[in-house]
């Protein structure tokens, strides 16, 4: 088997042609085919540098000790080199699942959505081209999230950030009111501004951003909240939450309104030109360039007294989803 050297790797990664098997049988896969690399940076210790610098940040973070590690790696070896370098990481930690899942006693119905991830990151892992995970990649911060346990699968196109909280600059966004409404929340509702589980939207998982799924996973948040009495409730920040959108994508209004209707507050951030809302409906296109339609991210706070009030309201067991009285027709999101 040959082996690349530092200052090929370019060359070297795209001609690999990854094989499926066993995570073991793909990681030995990549390790011979960089086994110099991985001599001079142990995966390990790469993992423990992760847990050290940031196993208590949100998914986006990344320490200057990580950064400084990568671009070591993308010195010696090319961008390419670190994308496998990540995938073989993301396989040890897949391994060690179940010795890293202890501290955050998960519910069954989320190991499981763990292994149906885990099942879809393999494959992705041993049969996709390079330039599947590269490290500046949304779909790979979400997975390597997953697989760090930084995040957990939420279910339908969800993952959850362990360690969110909002930015109390928001305030200071909507005017006198919106201070004060932020403020009282701030004070007695949520009683600061972390930490609070953040929902975001997997692009491999799309496909699943209906109603039905949607209140499936804030049950099992509310699930989470139950075994994690210190999460103060839930957050996000989106175009979608708009209260323009029940308007101009109809189909789209449940994702604001049933969370609205049972305690979770919303707060103006600003205009979001470049964050999907033009690139996904002809239709708010076409308002847009009619003059009509301004794409804006909402901040929602559900305090988590209310959400898990919501859960009993709408199942007769109130942290075991899927099961949902729904309030309005599933429906997915608008093209």
């Not at 094989?19 to 110099?36: K, L, M, Q, T």
């Given at each position: 088997?040959?082996?690349?050297?530092?200052?090929?790797?370019?060359?070297?990664v795209t001609s690999i042609a990854p094989v499926p098997g066993s995570r073991r049988a793909v990681s030995d896969h990549f390790r011979e085919h960089f086994s110099a690399m991985f001599d001079e940076y142990p995966i390990d210790?790469?993992?423990?540098?992760?847990?050290?610098?940031?196993?208590?940040?949100?998914?986006?973070?990344?320490?200057?000790?990580?950064?400084?590690?990568?671009?070591?790696?993308?010195?010696?070896?090319?961008?390419?080199?670190?994308?496998?370098?990540?995938?073989?990481?993301?396989?040890?930690?897949?391994?060690?699942?179940?010795?890293?899942?202890?501290?955050?006693?998960?519910?069954?119905?989320?190991?499981?959505?763990?292994?149906?991830?885990?099942?879809?990151?393999?494959?992705?892992?041993?049969?996709?081209?390079?330039?599947?995970?590269?490290?500046?990649?949304?779909?790979?911060?979400?997975?390597?999230?997953?697989?760090?346990?930084?995040?957990?699968?939420?279910?339908?196109?969800?993952?959850?950030?362990?360690?969110?909280?909002?930015?109390?600059?928001?305030?200071?966004?909507?005017?006198?009111?919106?201070?004060?409404?932020?403020?009282?929340?701030?004070?007695?509702?949520?009683?600061?501004?972390?930490?609070?589980?953040?929902?975001?939207?997997?692009?491999?998982?799309?496909?699943?951003?209906?109603?039905?799924?949607?209140?499936?996973?804030?049950?099992?948040?509310?699930?989470?909240?139950?075994?994690?009495?210190?999460?103060?409730?839930?957050?996000?920040?989106?175009?979608?939450?708009?209260?323009?959108?029940?308007?101009?994508?109809?189909?789209?209004?449940?994702?604001?309104?049933?969370?609205?209707?049972?305690?979770?507050?919303?707060?103006?951030?600003?205009?979001?030109?470049?964050?999907?809302?033009?690139?996904?409906?002809?239709?708010?296109?076409?308002?847009?360039?009619?003059?009509?339609?301004?794409?804006?991210?909402?901040?929602?706070?559900?305090?988590?007294?209310?959400?898990?009030?919501?859960?009993?309201?709408?199942?007769?067991?109130?942290?075991?989803?899927?099961?949902?009285?729904?309030?309005?027709?599933?429906?997915?999101?608008?093209?």
């Amino acid at each position: 088997m040959n082996t690349v050297k530092a200052g090929a790797a370019h060359t070297a990664v795209t001609s690999i042609a990854p094989v499926p098997g066993s995570r073991r049988a793909v990681s030995d896969h990549f390790r011979e085919h960089f086994s110099a690399m991985f001599d001079e940076y142990p995966i390990d210790s790469y993992i423990r540098l992760l847990d050290e610098t940031g196993s208590d940040k949100s998914m986006y973070y990344s320490a200057p000790e990580v950064r400084a590690h990568w671009q070591s790696i993308v010195a010696k070896w090319g961008d390419e080199a670190l994308e496998i370098y990540h995938r073989v990481t993301m396989l040890e930690l897949m391994q060690g699942f179940e010795a890293r899942a202890v501290k955050h006693n998960y519910p069954n119905s989320i190991i499981q959505l763990f292994h149906q991830n885990f099942a879809r990151i393999e494959k992705n892992i041993a049969t996709g081209p390079v330039g599947t995970y590269p490290h500046h990649g949304d779909n790979f911060i979400k997975d390597f999230s997953l697989c760090r346990q930084t995040a957990f699968p939420g279910g339908g196109a969800w993952v959850v950030d362990h360690a969110g909280g909002f930015s109390r600059k928001f305030m200071f966004q909507g005017g006198l009111g919106q201070f004060l409404r932020m403020a009282r929340l701030y004070l007695f509702a949520t009683r600061g501004h972390r930490p609070l589980y953040s929902m975001h939207i997997h692009n491999e998982l799309s496909q699943g951003h209906t109603l039905e799924e949607r209140q499936a996973c804030h049950l099992r948040i509310v699930e989470m909240m139950a075994r994690h009495p210190e999460i103060k409730g839930m957050y996000g920040i989106s175009w979608l939450t708009d209260p323009l959108i029940p308007k101009v994508s109809p189909r789209l209004r449940w994702v604001r309104e049933i969370p609205e209707a049972n305690g979770c507050e919303y707060f103006r951030v600003g205009i979001d030109i470049e964050g999907g809302a033009l690139t996904r409906s002809t239709t708010r296109r076409r308002l847009f360039e009619e003059g009509k339609y301004m794409p804006t991210k909402y901040l929602s706070i559900w305090p988590r007294k209310k959400m898990m009030a919501w859960a009993r309201r709408v199942t007769s067991q109130p942290y075991a989803p899927p099961r949902v009285k729904h309030h309005i027709a599933p429906t997915s999101v608008a093209k």
